[in-house]
């Protein structure tokens, strides 16, 4: 659902505002995980988990717009990056709330998604694909139309 809406919210608003507006909702969802207790929690979950997923393609596509001859290279890095870093820190968060507690092991992860709320501030919007503004094919753009 989170990436759906990304899409649909992204058409109207735009892809970097989206991310950006994403992720600063995702913070106070992500601090309502750690810190508050009882059924409130399930919201919170729930809301941290739209947050988290509906910037998720959005990345891909800024990255491939970005890198237009390199779409699978941004594609690659973008869910790449994205999986390693998960899976390195996975194994870190889950020592330290062993070695603490598990409210002690999230609480740093609250910072996480400002980060990325402000990392694309100076990105522009980039413009959109030719394939969306007109064609781009040869034999697409002279071909006769059909009734």
Same mark, same amino acid.
């Given at each position: 659902?989170? =990436? +759906?809406? $990304? %899409?649909?919210?992204?058409?109207?608003? $735009?892809?970097?505002?989206? &991310? #950006?507006?994403?992720?600063? @909702?995702?913070?106070?969802? !992500?601090?309502? !995980? &750690?810190?508050?207790?009882?059924?409130?929690?399930?919201?919170?979950?729930?809301? *941290?988990? *739209?947050?988290?997923? +509906?910037?998720?393609?959005?990345?891909?596509?800024?990255?491939?717009?970005?890198?237009? #001859?390199?779409?699978? =290279?941004?594609? $690659? +890095? =973008? @869910?790449? @990056?994205? !999986?390693?870093? %998960?899976?390195?820190?996975?194994?870190?968060?889950?020592?330290?709330?062993?070695?603490? =507690?598990?409210?002690?092991?999230?609480?740093?992860?609250?910072?996480?998604?400002?980060?990325?709320?402000? @990392?694309? #501030?100076?990105?522009?919007?980039?413009?959109?694909?030719?394939?969306?503004?007109?064609?781009?094919?040869?034999?697409?753009?002279?071909?006769?139309?059909?009734?």
């Amino acid at each position: 659902m989170g =990436t +759906v809406a $990304g %899409g649909a919210l992204a058409a109207r608003y $735009g892809r970097i505002p989206v &991310v #950006r507006w994403s992720y600063a @909702l995702t913070v106070l969802a !992500v601090a309502g !995980v &750690v810190l508050v207790p009882g059924p409130a929690l399930y919201l919170c979950l729930v809301l *941290a988990s *739209a947050g988290l997923y +509906v910037p998720f393609s959005l990345h891909v596509t800024l990255g491939q717009d970005y890198l237009p #001859r390199r779409v699978g =290279t941004a594609s $690659g +890095v =973008t @869910l790449g @990056l994205t !999986v390693s870093v %998960g899976g390195l820190a996975s194994p870190l968060i889950g020592a330290l709330a062993d070695a603490t =507690t598990l409210r002690t092991a999230l609480a740093p992860l609250i910072v996480l998604p400002a980060v990325g709320r402000l @990392l694309p #501030r100076p990105l522009p919007e980039p413009a959109l694909p030719e394939a969306i503004t007109g064609p781009r094919h040869p034999r697409t753009a002279d071909a006769p139309e059909r009734a």
